[in-house]
């Protein structure tokens, strides 16, 4: 199927040039039918007619750990991103005088839950960014042997920096520390195998890339953590079999990443992911890339033209989805795009642009038209 053929699933493509994943992606028809039958069928009763969980939550997990290249006993479903990076600062093993590394081009949710860990003690080192991101000779420069964790974004909000997590995972596993990743502004639009990129905990939630409802994150943690993490949150699902219910047994927890997950998911939320990750991988995440990379190509060609300051990397492997940039009058700019029905993000005094699989070269000549009027 042609890349252009599911903008029948974006609604909003008829009038509106939508550049603004990265803030929040529309939803797609069938994500939205997905959620509107499980709502319905509540509606009728039918949710206390039937088993518990859902086996939509089972299939959803299988693919998220396909997308992810990890098992299904290696995810779980939280609410948000910061969900589970605060999991991960609260549940591993991080001891007084210990330190946290990440870079000070974090958005802040991968950032407080690590500052929150400074009255128990801990060193949180916030280093200057190399290039809009954390690089592996910046981290080189600042590990010793009591890192305990390396907290990155796989992809910066909004430099657009791509990490290069496998060099960084090396760099961390060698002093003994975790790789912490936020996933947010990658998972669905670039290739993720947590395996091959030593990953060690990542979270990523539903609303941006992955064309999910807000309010559905994926939580993975690698299998041989799922065990030495403390949980956080006593859930009653969270051990093997929760009934019967007066038959109080906290000495054994589930063995796989579901233990960290609230006894009462966001089920029409999974419904709408298992729906969206259906259609990416449908697609397929390198075809994606593929074509996110060649619209960012175009952009980034045309901002050159146009003699603009632009902060993302210009080279493909250090970027994704994401191209921030600044003209002379970044306010101005900005409403003349929206009054052109051109929608993009405003971040930190930067216009930021972010187009995923459907969007089309057309569109971005048409901000660049603006831009250059």
């Known amino acids: 199927m042609e890349l252009e053929a599911y903008r029948e699933e974006f609604p909003i493509t008829r009038t509106w040039a939508y550049l603004n994943h990265a803030a929040v992606a529309p939803l797609p028809r069938r994500v939205v039918r997905a959620m509107r039958r499980f709502l319905q069928a509540r ?3 039918e949710l206390g007619l039937k088993v518990w969980p859902p086996p939509v939550m089972a299939e959803a997990r299988a693919l998220a750990a396909r997308l992810l290249n990890a098992s299904t006993e290696e995810i779980a479903f939280l609410g948000s991103t910061s969900d589970g990076l605060n999991l991960a600062a609260q549940a591993l093993p991080i001891a007084p005088g210990e330190n946290v590394i990440l870079c000070d081009m974090e958005f802040p949710a991968n950032v407080y839950p690590w500052l929150n860990l400074q009255k128990r003690g801990v060193e949180v080192r916030i280093v200057p960014h190399d290039r809009g991101g954390l690089t592996p000779e910046r981290l080189a420069a600042c590990l010793d042997e009591r890192t305990r964790v390396v907290a990155v974004s796989s992809v910066q909000f909004l430099s657009g920096f791509r990490a290069d997590l496998p060099a960084l995972a090396r760099l961390a596993h060698e002093a003994g520390a975790v790789l912490v990743v936020d996933a947010i502004q990658s998972l669905g639009v670039i ?13 990523a939630n539903g609303a941006k890339w992955l064309l999910a409802p807000i309010g559905i994150t994926i939580l993975y943690v690698r299998r041989e953590w799922i065990e030495r993490l403390q949980p956080v949150y006593a859930y009653y699902r969270a051990i093997p079999s929760p009934e019967p219910y007066l038959r109080y047994d906290w000495t054994t927890l589930r063995p796989d990443a579901g233990r960290f997950e609230p006894s009462s998911p966001n089920v029409d939320g999974i419904y709408g992911l298992h729906a969206a990750l259906s259609l990416l991988l449908e697609v397929g995440i390198e075809r994606i890339q593929a074509r996110v ?8 060609e045309g901002l ?3 003699g603009l300051e632009i902060l993302t990397p210009r080279e493909r492997e250090a970027r994704a989805g994401i191209v921030s940039f600044r003209t002379a009058d970044v306010l101005r700019d900005y409403g003349r795009l929206r009054k052109a029905r051109v929608l993009v993000s405003l971040r930190e005094g930067y216009l930021r642009v972010s187009p995923h699989f459907y969007n089309t070269p057309a569109e971005v000549d048409r901000l660049l038209e603006v831009l250059a009027g």
């Not at 091959?196 to 905990?201: C, M, N, S, T, Y």
């Not at 990379?293 to 980034?300: A, E, I, Q």
């Open 43 to 45: 509606q009728r009763g």
């Open 191 to 203: 290739p993720m195998d947590v395996r091959a990129a030593g990953v060690d905990i990542l979270a």
């Open 293 to 300: 990379l060649d619209l960012t190509d175009r952009l980034l």
């Open 304 to 306: 050159e033209v146009l």
